[in-house]
């Protein structure tokens, strides 16, 4: 799970920056607050060079599938 700060303009969310942590969140100049852990769905990394957990569609077993930062093919989208 990660941490996610919205980038906001004129009452619409324009872009999202994730985080591993709060503590990394709240480096953030548009950190507004904790927003409890979200999911990411495409590989991104924290500000801190870690690398976020995220989720995927497997055609193979037709449901969704957990990247960690471990994989081989955590790129591949």
């Given at each position: 799970?990660?941490?996610?700060?919205?980038?906001?303009?004129?009452?619409?969310?324009?872009?999202?920056?994730?985080?591993?942590?709060?503590?990394?969140?709240?480096?953030?100049?548009?950190?507004?607050?904790?927003?409890?852990?979200?999911?990411?769905?495409?590989?991104?990394?924290?500000?801190?060079?870690?690398?976020l957990t995220w989720y995927r569609?497997?055609?193979?077993?037709?449901?969704?599938?957990?990247?960690?930062?471990?994989?081989?093919?955590?790129?591949?989208?």
């Amino acid at each position: 799970m990660s941490h996610r700060v919205e980038v906001v303009i004129d009452q619409e969310t324009v872009g999202i920056h994730y985080y591993c942590s709060d503590t990394c969140a709240k480096t953030d100049p548009l950190y507004e607050g904790w927003n409890g852990c979200c999911e990411v769905f495409e590989p991104v990394s924290c500000v801190c060079g870690s690398l976020l957990t995220w989720y995927r569609w497997n055609y193979e077993i037709h449901d969704q599938e957990i990247v960690t930062p471990d994989a081989w093919d955590y790129w591949v989208v």
